[in-house]
């Protein structure tokens, strides 16, 4: 087992370990989005070894299932944060809306690979490994970090602002690390997602910018 699967499946066990604590051990309705956050981050980290010429060409149903995902980090991370810092139930009031983007990106992503032939759809996956995606892929990725560093955002607007004041210093200590360590994942994130030579750096054996974020 090479170091990048070793450290995504890490990474996803122990997610999958703190989830299985918050549905047996703390069922509280406020740790909701927590759990759907690490549902979401266990099925990327897992599946990040996958990101390989050969396993995207025989099962291409992955690209549709995990490449969305980074969609919903950001809103459920501001959900959460939202549940923190309120006494009472705190569910944004149109969640479906802020689903959107990665219900639109897993539409996206199916409809484009369901109209690719067989032919097609391997020189995709081939040029993607050679560091020459199609300019809609680096596009797409990039929105995924934009539309997470607006929920970085609003979440830090009430870890940070004057709401934060009237909870405790552990609460507010707990926010405030929800919002800077997912900053720091995000960067390793668009490290990865927006630059082609990371992907061509795999495919010549070097899997450091993916190792660093599954560590991360």
Same mark, same amino acid.
């Given at each position: 087992?090479?170091? =990048?699967?070793?450290? $995504? ?8 370990? &703190? =989830?299985?604590? @918050? ?9 909701? /989005? ?28 992955? =690209?549709? %299932? ?8 950001? +809103?459920?991370?501001?959900? #959460? ?10 569910? +944004? *009031? !149109? =969640?479906? %809306?802020?689903?959107?983007? #990665?219900? $639109?990106?897993?539409?996206?992503? $199916? ?37 997470? &560093?607006? #929920? @970085? ?8 602002? *004057? ?18 360590? +997912? ?7 668009? #490290?990865?997602?927006?630059? /082609? $030579?990371?992907?061509? !750096?795999?495919? *010549? ?12």
């Amino acid at each position: 087992m090479n170091l =990048l699967t070793f450290v $995504s499946t890490i990474g996803a066990l122990q997610g999958i370990i &703190i =989830l299985v604590s @918050i549905l047996f051990r703390f069922r509280h309705q406020k740790n909701l /989005p927590l759990a759907l956050l690490l549902i979401v981050f266990s099925a990327r980290l897992v599946t990040i070894p996958t990101w390989n010429a050969e396993v995207l060409i025989s099962r291409p149903w992955i =690209l549709p %299932l995990t490449t969305p995902l980074p969609f919903l980090f950001g +809103p459920f991370l501001w959900w #959460y944060i939202r549940e923190l810092s309120s006494d009472t139930r705190n569910v +944004p *009031k !149109y =969640l479906i %809306l802020h689903l959107l983007p #990665y219900i $639109s990106e897993a539409l996206a992503v $199916s409809i484009t690979l369901l109209k690719m032939g067989e032919g097609e759809y391997e020189l995709f996956i081939h040029n993607v490994f050679t560091g020459n995606p199609p300019l809609w892929l680096p596009v797409r990725n990039s929105l995924k970090v934009i539309l997470n &560093i607006v #929920y @970085i955002g609003f979440s830090s607007r009430l870890a940070f602002g *004057k709401k934060a004041n009237r909870l405790s210093g552990a609460k507010r200590l707990w926010l405030r690390l929800l919002v800077v360590i +997912p900053a720091i994942v995000l960067s390793a994130f668009a #490290y990865v997602a927006i630059l /082609p $030579s990371a992907t061509e !750096y795999l495919t *010549k054996g070097s899997a450091t910018p993916f190792s660093v974020l599954a560590v991360t």
